[in-house]
C-alpha cells in the first residue's frame, strides 16, 4: 500500500470519528435514537464550580453525547447490521437463529439446561407456594401459579446449531420445569404450565395457525397472549367454583406490521433494516362467551415482563379495577377501563401484604420457565409472614424423596 493510500484512509477514519461530533454541532443529518436506550430527561444545571465538583455537568453532558448524536446512533446499527450479516449476532448480544428467528441468550439451552441447578432451592419455593396457596384458600382467595413458555423450547427447530446441539445433547437431563412439574403435580399446586400447553398446541395446530411468538420477539405474540387468556380464565372459574366472565377467540385481523412487544428483542438489535418490522402479525379478536353472566373476575398478578401478554388480552375485554399487576413485587400498575396507569412503587412492610390483597379474588404468580426458582420475587415470602406463617427454609427430607421418585 502506497503512502499516499496509508493517509488516505487514515484521514478518513479520523473523519468518521468527529463525524457524529459535527452532526450534531450542525444538524447537517437527521438524528436517530437507540432501541432500548433512554435519553436523559435533567436539564442541565448551571455551569459553577459546585456542579463541576460533583460531576453532575460530566454525567449529563456525557448521556447527551452518547444517546442525543443521531448519527452515532446510524454509525451503531451500520456496526450491527454487519455482525448480524456476518456472524447472525449484534448488539447488545442478540442471537440469530433459523429462518430469522430472533433470541435473547438468557432464554437459550446454554443459559437455561447446561448449567447444574439447585433442586433443593425450587422445591423449598413451591413448598412455601403450597402453604400460601392453603392460607389463601382460607380467606377465599384462589392462587395460582402460571409458568410462561420459553421461545427457545416452543421453535426449537429455529435455534442456532450451536445451541440446537446442546439441546440434543442435554435432552435426557433432569431439568428445573421437569423437577417443578413433579413437585407441582404431587402436592396440589394450583398451576396452568403454558409452557407445556403451547408445546402441545404447536404439535396439534393446523399449518396455517398464526405464530404463537413472532420472529422477532422473546415474549409471546398477542394471539398466544390471547389463546392463554382464554386458558386461564377458564382454569380460574374450575378452580375457584365461582361463575367468572369468560372469554372466546373468535377469529383474528391482521396487521401490517407486529405490534406492541411482538417484535421487541429484534429493535434492540439496532439493525439498519429491521427483518421483521413489515411482516403481517395476526391480530387476535375476543369476545365475551356468549350467554357468560358470570362478573370480570378481580385479579392480582405478581410477574414478569411476561405477564404485560396477558393483561393486553383482557385489557380488551375486562372493566375498570379489574386487576393489576405488581410487577416483580417491585412495582404496583393499576388498571382503569382496560388502561394500564403508571406504576407506584411498592412500599409498606410484610405486615401490610393481607389488607392489599383484600380486593382480589385471585392472586396469579407468574413466572417464565427459565427462571423457575425466582417464582414471586419475594412475594410468597413476604406474605406467609404478613399472616404470621415463618416461610420454610428447607423441606422435608421425605417429601423430597416422594417428588423425585414421583412419577406422574
Known amino acids: 500500500m502506497s503512502r499516499k493510500s496509508e493517509l488516505f484512509g487514515c484521514t478518513a477514519c479520523v473523519g468518521l470519528l468527529f463525524l457524529p461530533l459535527l452532526q450534531w454541532a450542525t444538524s447537517f443529518a437527521p438524528q436517530g435514537s437507540l432501541a432500548g436506550v433512554v435519553s436523559p430527561t435533567k436539564p442541565m444545571p448551571p455551569l459553577n464550580l459546585g456542579n463541576w465538583n460533583s460531576g453532575e455537568i460530566q454525567e449529563i453532558a456525557e448521556q447527551r453525547i452518547s ?78 401459579l402460571c409458568i410462561s413458555p420459553n421461545k427457545a423450547v416452543v421453535y426449537p427447530e429455529h435455534l442456532p446449531i450451536d445451541q440446537a446441539w446442546i439441546n440434543e445433547a442435554t435432552k435426557a437431563n433432569p431439568n428445573k420445569l421437569e423437577l417443578a412439574a413433579k413437585a407441582i ?83 434492540l438489535a439496532n439493525l439498519l433494516i429491521t427483518p421483521t418490522a413489515h411482516q403481517p402479525s395476526e391480530q387476535p379478536i375476543l369476545q365475551l362467551r356468549p350467554g357468560d353472566q358470570g362478573a370480570p373476575a378481580k385479579i392480582l398478578f405478581i410477574g414478569t415482563s411476561f405477564t404485560w401478554g396477558l393483561t393486553r388480552a383482557l385489557s380488551k375485554i375486562y372493566a375498570s379495577g379489574s386487576f393489576a399487576v405488581w410487577y416483580y413485587f417491585k412495582s404496583d400498575y393499576q388498571f382503569n377501563n382496560g388502561t394500564r396507569m403508571a406504576s ?64 406422574r
Open 67 to 144: 444517546q442525543q448524536i443521531g448519527l452515532r446512533a446510524w454509525m451503531i446499527r451500520l456496526d450491527n447490521e454487519l455482525r448480524y450479516r456476518a456472524f447472525s449476532s449484534a448488539k447488545p448480544l442478540i442471537i440469530v437463529g433459523a429462518g430469522d428467528f430472533f433470541f435473547d441468550p438468557g432464554y437459550l439451552p446454554s443459559k437455561t439446561v447446561l448449567h447444574s441447578f439447585d433442586p433443593a432451592k425450587i422445591l423449598t419455593k413451591l413448598y412455601n407456594l403450597l402453604l400460601l396457596q392453603e392460607e389463601l384458600d382460607r380467606h377465599g382467595i384462589t392462587l395460582l
Open 185 to 267: 403435580a404431587l402436592t396440589k399446586i394450583r398451576c396452568v404450565n403454558f409452557s407445556q400447553l403451547f408445546s402441545e398446541w404447536r404439535k396439534t395446530d393446523p399449518a396455517n395457525t398464526p405464530p404463537l411468538f413472532k420472529q422477532g420477539g422473546i415474549h409471546w405474540s398477542n394471539y398466544g397472549s390471547a389463546r392463554a387468556a382464554v386458558v386461564l380464565l377458564d382454569q380460574l372459574q374450575q378452580m375457584s367454583g365461582l361463575d367468572i366472565a369468560n372469554l372466546d377467540l373468535v377469529g383474528t385481523a391482521t396487521s401490517d406490521t407486529p405490534i406492541d412487544d411482538e417484535q421487541d428483542v429484534a429493535l
Open 344 to 407: 407506584v412503587p411498592l412500599s409498606g412492610q410484610a405486615s401490610d401484604v393481607p389488607s392489599r390483597l383484600e380486593p382480589y379474588r385471585f392472586v396469579i404468580i407468574e413466572i417464565n420457565e427459565a427462571a423457575i426458582a425466582e417464582m414471586g420475587q419475594g412475594f410468597i415470602e413476604a406474605a406467609l409472614i404478613g399472616y404470621g406463617i415463618t416461610p420454610a427454609t428447607t423441606v422435608p427430607a421425605t417429601l423430597i424423596d416422594q417428588i423425585l421418585d414421583y412419577k
